[in-house]
Nanobody, 123 residues
Framework: VQLQASGGGLVQAGGSLGLSCAAS????????MGWFRQAPGKEREFVAS????????SYADSVKGRFTISRDDAKNTVYLQMNSLKREDTAVYYC?????????????????WGQGTLVTVSS
């Protein structure tokens, strides 16, 4: 399994940015997918997740109401739409696949990770 994240860049505070994560493999639709982020000097933290059917999503409190996770199983792609961006959203964003059978959104519950894409929010 390979995950390829893209879409990062520089954006002004209050702006929007969309991230994509393309996955290889024919069983993409069977897995819960998540987005995490890691700011300089900080631990990797959970941002959002979406279950295999797309019918349920979960968000960190810090992004709830501003970020939206979605998926297109026909394209083997998961998305993260980020609106009303703040400086504190600056981080490297990673997509990941959750280990089947595990629940929760700790980083240890995910096995395959993308390479990360940098999002920088300027004031």
């Amino acid at each position: 399994v390979q995950l390829q994240a893209s879409g990062g860049g520089l954006v002004q505070a209050g702006g929007s940015l969309g991230l994509s994560c393309a996955a290889s493999g024919r069983t993409f639709s069977s897995y819960t997918m998540g987005w995490f982020r890691q700011a300089p000097g900080k631990e990797r933290e959970f941002v959002a997740s979406i279950i295999w059917s797309g019918s349920s999503t979960s968000y960190a409190d810090s992004v709830k109401g501003r970020f939206t996770i979605s998926r297109d199983d026909a394209k083997n792609t998961v998305y993260l739409q980020m609106n009303s961006l703040k400086r504190e959203d600056t981080a490297v964003y990673y997509c990941a696949r959750r280990i089947p059978g595990l629940v929760g959104n700790l980083a240890g519950s995910y096995d395959y990770w993308g390479q990360g894409t940098l999002v920088t929010v300027s004031s």
